[in-house]
Structure formats: structure tokens, C-alpha cells
């Protein structure tokens, strides 16, 4: 069956029988997307799973946009249906080509770390990275939480046991083990838990917007090592720059990015054949762990 009417029919069965047509929507990696025409009614986008992976995935993503608009202000998609099959959404612009948006996604992903911080790591519920369930157990160490709950637990996944020989594996658990090391000790505050550059966009005003998120309570340099390990564009140069200057980093952030983003390699390499370079980034990561003979 076609994506386009896999999705039609999930929107009559949904209710939604105004619907005229779908059409398919670039960007998305992990589910069916697309824009649905409404006679009655404004456009949609709508998201579904071929499979859908278990009953939670998109109440769960729909939690984790309503978080960050009203406990982090930023601005999100309104939620017009999540159920077991379907989320659908207002519509969305694509963001516009400009030095001025990026300093302005600035702002605002500082006053989302910056105004959430928590005592503890983790959310009150586990919610959906791509097509894999995100552990959220609640720790009161930061470093324990993203060692055991986002990196080592890919290890035992068929692809990542398949991408990564034994040593690498153990180059993993010794990084972990050194983390305290490595990376400095921050509070946990709300993030976006997969801010890739495709799930940045625009409201229909010209402001920042997010989509697809994978909330947790958790270090603030997660959504930043992302942004800045998936080729952001030339015009968001002032967005780092920016950032940094609001949230006071210091100057060796740049060094910390490639073991903070291990987590997402890691995700990626475990759902996705074409891993789109993450394997190579992976062992690059690990290689000063490797034991050396």
C-alpha cells in the first residue's frame, strides 16, 4: 500500500472524513509522513507507523510537545490527535534561510535549559527515540543516568552488536566509566532529546518552532551536540555563538561534543541499515578507550 493512502485511511478511521488527499512529506526517517488537504478544515500533517511499535509512541511525542511549549516556551505544533495509530498536527513552515531565525532558535533553547532545570534525570515516564522505546528511570546522577540509559543500552542491539567489535564495546564501558572525567557536572533541565536540524522549523509568523521530540530531564548539552554534529546550515553559525554566550558555556564545549552526541550514533546505529556515517563516528569516539598493547 502506498504511504499516501496508508495514511488516508488512517484519518477516516480516525474520523477525520474530510480529508481530500495526503501528500507525502520529506524530512522524517523512522515514520510515514504527510500533509493532508481538508475540505472543512485547515491542512494537517500526520504521522503513523507502518508497524506502529506499541500503543504509547504517540501520546507520548504529543506529552513531550506539550512539555516543552508550556513548561519551556517554545513554540510547537498544536496536537490535533494522538492515538495508537496516528498524530496529527497543525502544520508547520519550513524555517527560513536566515542568520536572524537561527539567533532567534538562540534564545529560545536557552530559555528552555535555563528555565527548567530539575534535581533529578530521567521523566516520569520512558517515551520513543525513532522506532525504540528511551529509558527514562529516574536517577539523581547525571552521569550514571546517561551511561546506563543512553549509551550502554544499545549495547546487545542486533546492529550495534554487528557494527562494533568487542573491543569497541569495551572502549564504550570504559569511556562510561571515566564520564565524571570528561564531561563537567551540570543539573539536568528539560530537552528536546533529538533536535536534528530537520526538526526545526517555522510558525507561520517566521518563529522557531520544533517538532519530534524525545523529552527527558537531562544535561542541556545533548540538544546542542546535536545541532552541531548534523551539518546544520552555513547560517547558523550565530546560533553556537549565540547559545553559548546566553548560557555561559565555556570554552572547551566544542571538545565535549563528540562523546555527549554517543548517544545518538548509538540510536541510530541500532535502528537504521544506512547509518549515515554514525558507525565511523562511533569508533573515532571510542578509539583513545581502545586498550592500547
Known amino acids: 500500500m502506498r504511504p499516501s493512502t496508508f495514511l488516508l485511511e488512517g484519518l477516516f478511521r480516525a474520523g477525520m472524513r474530510d480529508v481530500v488527499t495526503v501528500e507525502p512529506a520529506t524530512g522524517g526517517v523512522a515514520a510515514l509522513a504527510g500533509i ?13 507507523f507502518a508497524d506502529t511499535p506499541a500503543d504509547d509512541v504517540f501520546v507520548a511525542e504529543a506529552e513531550g510537545l ?16 494522538a492515538d495508537r495509530e496516528l498524530l496529527v498536527l497543525s502544520v508547520l513552515c519550513p524555517r527560513p534561510r536566515s542568520e536572524t531565525f537561527w539567533e532567534q532558535f538562540a534564545h529560545a533553547l536557552a530559555r528552555l535549559h535555563l528555565s527548567t532545570t530539575h534535581p ?21 546522577d547525571g552521569f550514571a543516568f546517561f551511561a546506563q540509559h543512553r549509551l550502554l ?13 568487542a573491543e569497541d564495546r569495551a572502549a564504550l564501558e570504559r569511556l562510561c566509566h571515566r564520564l565524571p572525567d570528561l564531561l563537567p557536572d551540570r543539573p539536568a533541565c528539560l530537552t528536546h532529546g533529538d533536535l536534528w536540524a530537520q526538526n526545526v522549523l517555522a510558525t507561520p509568523d517566521g518563529q522557531p518552532a520544533v517538532i519530534d521530540p524525545a523529552v527527558s530531564y537531562m544535561w542541556a548539552e545533548v540538544d546542542l551536540a546535536h545541532v552541531w554534529s548534523t551539518s546544520p546550515p552555513p547560517e547558523a553559525r550565530r546560533f553556537f555563538e549565540v547559545y553559548a554566550e546566553l548560557t555561559s ?24 541499515d544506512d547509518d549515515w556515517g554514525a558507525g565511523e563516528q562511533v569508533r573515532a569516539t571510542l578509539a583513545p578507550f581502545r586498550t592500547r598493547t
Open 153 to 165: 543500552r544499545w549495547l546487545g542491539q542486533p546492529r550495534v552488536e554487528a557494527a562494533l567489535d
Open 120 to 140: 533529578r534525570f530521567g521523566w516520569h515516564r520512558d517515551n520513543w527515540l525513532g522506532r525504540c522505546r528511551q529509558i527514562n528511570t529516574w536517577d539523581d
Open 249 to 272: 558555556l565555556d570554552s572547551d564545549w566544542r571538545a565535549r561534543m563528540p562523546i555527549v552526541q554517543l548517544r545518538q550514533h548509538l540510536a541510530v546505529l541500532a535502528q537504521f
Open 36 to 48: 493532508a488537504t481538508r475540505r472543512d478544515a485547515p491542512s494537517v500533517f500526520v504521522k503513523a
Open 66 to 81: 506539550a512539555a516543552l511549549r508550556d513548561l519551556g516556551g517554545m513554540a510547537t505544533p498544536e496536537v490535533i490527535l
